[in-house]
């Protein structure tokens, strides 16, 4: 993906994030833009004014590791937007390499033998871009929507962002959809040369304004564990905590696993779900994408 002028961009968003009063920092004036000014990212940095404003301009060769960090300690960036900004920037100054399509990722045997033994909680693997790669049949019974569609058309941002169906599945969609936003951010940054994802991003920048708006505000999240909350048609609402396991074989995989809290309704809708799957016709594919 082409990242000229992503570092400059990403500074700015994180420079108007920062409220001037958090600092100490006086309000002497009326301030045209939000957040901080160059001069005051300059000051907290320990750099001139003139040269802050060059590496927003895109001017970022031959800057040191040193002056990195104190931008990012200045813009008070969290470890995973730090990890974004020196992504960025290894991507802008690196002598580009000859674009080619990334290989095919698959699913390992021993990873598809333990997402078969999780038969209590919904679970997948989760590739590049978001694409679902494999899943079992609570995962299925719980997205039944996502899991309907063909193999290679399983990707979690574009379902979420453009299907109607995820409106209804997610009971906080909006934050849903900003944090999906976020983490293809995160991997636009580690993966600047991956077509697929450029071709993905133009997709969804092309059929949905939220995308757009929240694709410019440069947030990036990594997923590791958290809640999601769920609305679904068959057992009703349900609170399932996630957490995420990367396989030491391919770092571009993510076993994701959701699970109830023990003696809570989610923890009786979930063995509700997986009785009432028990009964449904199994489907006539296989749930990877090596079907």
Known sequence: MHQ????GEFLRARRARISPDSLGLPADAPRRVPGLRREEVAFLAGVSVDYYIRLERGRTRGVSHVVWEALARALQLDEVERTHLFDLVAAETARPPRPAPLPRQRVSRGLLSVLDTLDRVPAMVQGRRMDVLAFNDLF???????????????????FILLDPAARDL????????????????LYAGSHPHDREFTELIGELSLHSDMFRR??????????????????????GALSLNYETFQPTEDPDQTLVIFH???????????????AWDATEPSPPYKATLDA
């Open 4 to 7: 000229n002028g992503a570092v």
């Open 170 to 185: 997610y009971a906080d969609w909006p934050k849903v959809a900003r944090d999906v936003v976020a983490t293809l951010r």
């Open 214 to 235: 929240t694709w410019c505000e440069h947030a990036v999240l990594r997923h590791s564990k958290g809640m999601k909350r769920f609305v679904h048609p068959v057992v």
């Open 140 to 158: 299925r019974a719980l997205y039944a929507d996502f899991s309907k569609r063909p193999p290679r058309d399983r990707n979690m941002a574009r």
């Open 260 to 274: 109830a809290d023990r003696g809570s309704p989610s923890a009786d809708a979930l063995r509700l779900l997986g």
